[in-house]
């Protein structure tokens, strides 16, 4: 669907240029534009390997067991009949490590594992499960305690306190996760009621 639209916009933006008689703008945003990516993609992939570095060799070290025991808690009140010494909760605290460090490319892997492992243990393969919903809500409005991404961007392009966003992006992700989570238990108990 994404290659899609992109396919459109492009297409879009050449026939303005075309009518426009701006060709030459097109030509020169396109070499520009791909150098500016690359650069950008570079200096990002810097700062998530070390960070997905230090994840793994957190989890070599033992510290996500730790992680883990410390969201047991609560992973048991978010998740119905969740395995806490799984493979799949075990994946599920990493992407919240990650989340909280504000490295959302560093989370998606362990997303996608918790997710495959999920279906394992709920045996569902057509159907998202309860959980499955409940960890997507969770890493899509996840909680940030450092905006590690948004500060090395406003970096990168000058900021002198790449940081200082750091209030504002705590309050954002707590109230997106409490409302986000609220809404997903509420939509899963209707949906569980109307199958009973």
Known sequence: MLSKIFSVLIIASVL???????????????????????????????????WGGLMRVADKAGITDLICSMFKPLGKRLFRRINTSGKAFKAMCMNISANLLGLGNAATPFGLEAMKELEKEEGESDTASD??????????????????????????????????????????????????????????????????
């Not at 940030?144 to 991404?149: S, Y």
């Open 16 to 50: 303005f240029a075309i009518l426009n008689g701006n060709i030459s703008g097109v030509s020169n945003a396109l070499l520009e534009e791909g150098n500016g990516a690359i650069e950008l993609a570079l200096y990002l992939m810097g700062g998530m390997c070390v």
């Open 131 to 196: 959980n499955m919903i409940i960890f997507t809500v969770l890493n899509t409005a996840s909680i940030t305690i450092i905006p590690t991404t948004a500060a090395m961007l406003r970096l990168k392009h000058g900021s002198e306190k790449p940081m200082e966003i750091f209030p504002a992006v705590i309050l954002n992700s707590v109230i997106a996760v409490v409302i986000a989570v609220t809404l997903a238990k509420i939509i899963s108990a209707a949906s569980r009621r109307r199958k009973k």
